[in-house]
């Protein structure tokens, strides 16, 4: 939407532009619709391109300043910079968010022709995901001069056995009145940075990825399970399990193996003090790489006779590599 001296845009309810000549202000039949189709620039401004005008004055091409956003049912949304008559006009795209990469956001358009047919296409908006404050997945999106919008993502979202972050949410589909729910699934994979702090990274060389503030980790069956609060207007709180399995390893030290993408696997490396109980079970302290606790109580145990015994715990004391499976008592 823009007015300047000679021309005058509007938004329909369909998001389509329509023209009115600064000839003939007070005619009806000088305003139009212009078919044609929205586009994203490389600095994430969004053109509309002209694909048919019976105006000549009516540019092919013409570029909408404003911001990007969510709204609450997970529709992407303009809003148009304040400008006399035009003051807080939004352009709603009535969309589906179909692609999350580590630099960009893809998501559906339908437009409606002046001869009322519809048309589909996808636009990508360039950036960066990271976490807000409270927890929440945010898109970042780039503009000129180092400023950037934020979509944020308030919704649930699980972690599913490959260790990816799976977002829910639902759409509304006004005409037939039913509710359908979509996900997003993120590819990336995890880290822990420190005590109440994880990280999903989707890429490091753009900082894309979600640094999350946890409780402490609490060992689970299969792997380390998480309590987190997300949100600030109806906060809630969620429990989820980063999936893996324990080796020690006599060069390395205590090491997690998480599935990810494409059933590859990723080790996270610790440090341990180590406290024997008895000649069968032995309980590690976990750190970080950077010598910090991370409150991790891992708790490993063997029941055999006790020659056999007294042979597998003098092999722990060796550092001799052994394969463990995860849980609140860790038996091999």
């Not at 900082?207 to 109806?234: C, D, M, T």
Request: aromatic letters at 14%; proline letters at 2%.
């Amino acid at each position: 939407m823009r007015k300047d001296k000679k021309l005058t845009y509007e938004i329909d309810p369909s998001n389509r532009l329509i023209f009115k000549s600064a000839k003939h202000p007070g005619l009806p039949k000088f305003r139009n619709i212009l078919d044609g189709v929205y586009k994203i620039d490389k600095n994430n401004n969004l053109i509309y391109q002209v694909k048919f005008s019976s105006f000549s004055d009516c540019p092919k091409q013409i570029k909408l300043k404003g911001s990007w956003s969510l709204d609450k049912d997970h529709n992407i949304v303009f809003s148009l910079n304040k400008d006399g008559q035009f003051r807080d006009s939004k352009i709603i795209f009535k969309s589906e968010v179909i692609d999350a990469r580590s630099n960009e956001l893809g998501f559906s358009v339908s437009m409606k022709d002046s001869k009322g047919n519809y048309h589909f296409y996808i636009l990508h908006i360039s950036g960066a995901w990271q976490t807000d404050r409270y927890n929440c997945l945010t898109f970042f999106v780039s503009r000129e001069k180092d400023l950037h919008d934020k979509l944020i993502f308030n919704g649930a979202w699980q972690v599913n056995k490959q260790n990816q972050i799976v977002y829910t949410y639902t759409k509304t589909i006004l005409k037939r009145k039913i509710k359908i729910e979509r996900e997003i699934i993120f590819k990336g994979f995890w880290e822990i940075a420190g005590r109440h702090r994880i990280i999903y990274v989707l890429d490091k060389k753009i900082n894309s990825f979600f640094e999350f503030k946890v409780s402490v980790a609490k060992p689970a069956r299969r792997g380390l399970q998480y309590e987190i609060g997300i949100g600030s207007r109806a906060p809630f709180n969620k429990e989820f399990v980063i999936f893996g399995s324990w080796k020690i390893n006599e060069r390395l030290g205590i090491v997690f193996e998480m599935p990810y993408e494409q059933n590859r696997i990723r080790s996270i490396i610790f440090g341990a003090s180590c406290k024997f109980i008895n000649n069968y079970e032995a309980e590690l302290r976990l750190r970080n790489d950077l010598c910090e606790d991370l409150g991790v109580n891992l708790k490993l145990s063997k029941i055999f006779p006790d020659n056999h015994g007294q042979l597998f715990m003098q092999a722990l004391k060796n550092n001799k590599e052994l394969s463990v499976v995860a849980g609140v008592g860790f038996r091999w």
